[in-house]
């Protein structure tokens, strides 16, 4: 069993990913989703300067260019953005598995053929069951037709299940529904991988209360656990998506308040204080409060290397405070190092 996180291909969860343990690196499969710009090639450039210094040695990044559109990315460039993302990463020694979807357009399974060819690490299929989605399953022919195009055999393919964001226990429990019958559906077909993967954090943190600690349940491990026990196919993968709702984030204005997104067992302590002091100094408060909480663990700094930035800065041992990405960075890694640790123990996220 393995866990698939699903991160936003920005600097704090490439700077998470980077500061991964070896242990907790053999224990995930990460998927990095680019993020949309209007300088289209300035992401996939950026995206691959970030990934050949964040990702470790030997793990292979399972890249999803979906968001992106899939025009060719200036005059003359020799494809779209998974052909340049390829060459790139390539060119960078990182290893890639492409995703693809059964509604992408022929020339982009077509380049994702020559993805999967150039880097030799399969490639993964992403199935949406969100209630949102316009799409149905694929059928039979669908599947065999992709796989011929991308000349692989099924082997050679993640199935992933994309049940997209769980605001409620209603939807979790009508997505859980849903992913059991997906994988049902498709299960004669011999994957290399299987996983579910949903999403329940909030889109932003409007509306929390400022200078505590408010709880958010984790439907998305709650869908996993009722999916787990709906389904009797083999083995499944834990997906989610960080500490981050699953759709993409519009563009901020402004600076976030100090916050953390802090994940325990059954759901995320969020913890948002208001700006009173200088700079981002409240995050020191912050800091110092959630050490100082039942949330803490018991490994202390020692979970994850962002709870020793935590603790550093509950301790002031650092000159400032971070900001915005800092603080994503530092929660990824409690995040990824805290959910591995859970699947691998105890068998659930």
């Not at 390539?90 to 509604?103: D, E, I, K, W």
């Not at 308040?257 to 002091?277: K, M």
């Not at 110092?288 to 202390?300: C, E, I, M, N, Q």
Request: proline content about 7%; charged content about 25%; overall charge neutral.
């Amino acid at each position: 069993m393995a866990y698939v996180p699903i991160l936003k291909g920005k600097a704090g969860e490439f700077s998470a990913l980077e500061h991964v343990t070896p242990v907790v690196r053999s224990r995930i499969r990460p998927v990095m989703e680019l993020v949309p710009d209007p300088d289209v090639r300035d992401v996939l450039e950026t995206f691959c300067d970030r990934a050949m210094d964040a990702v470790p040695q030997g793990t292979v990044l399972t890249v999803d260019s979906g968001a992106l559109p899939t025009a060719r990315v200036l005059a003359g460039d020799a494809g779209g953005p998974m052909a340049r993302l390829s060459e790139s990463l390539g060119l960078r020694g990182v290893s890639m598995c492409p995703v693809v979807r059964h509604t992408d357009e022929g020339e982009v399974l077509t380049e994702a053929a020559r993805a999967t060819e150039a880097h030799q690490r399969g490639a993964c299929l992403r199935v949406s069951v969100d209630v949102d989605s316009p799409h149905c399953l694929p059928n039979h022919a669908q599947i065999r037709g992709l796989l011929k195009v991308l000349r692989l055999e099924p082997e050679e393919v993640d199935l992933l299940i994309d049940a997209g964001p769980v605001d409620s226990e209603g939807a979790r429990d009508r997505l859980a529904d849903r992913a059991v019958a997906a994988l049902k559906a498709l299960d004669s077909w011999h994957w290399r991988h299987k996983c579910v993967a949903a999403g329940a954090f909030p889109v932003n943190l409007t509306g929390f209360t400022r200078g505590q600690a408010t709880p958010v349940a984790r439907r998305d491990a709650q869908l996993w656990r009722r999916v787990l026990n709906g389904y009797r196919g083999g083995s499944l993968d834990f997906g989610d998506f960080g500490v981050t709702h699953p759709r993409m984030p519009v563009k901020s204005r402004g600076t976030p308040d100090p916050n953390i997104r802090y994940t325990t067992p059954d759901d995320w302590q969020v913890f948002v204080y208001p700006r009173v002091r200088s700079g981002n100094d409240d995050f020191f408060v912050l800091s110092a409060d959630l050490v100082d909480s039942p949330h803490w663990p018991a490994t202390g700094a020692r979970t994850s290397w962002g709870d020793a930035k935590l603790k550093e800065c509950a301790n002031r041992q650092r000159s400032r405070a971070g900001g915005g990405t800092e603080w994503r960075a530092w929660a990824t890694s409690h995040h990824l190092a805290v959910v591995s640790s859970s699947l691998t123990t105890f068998g659930r996220p």
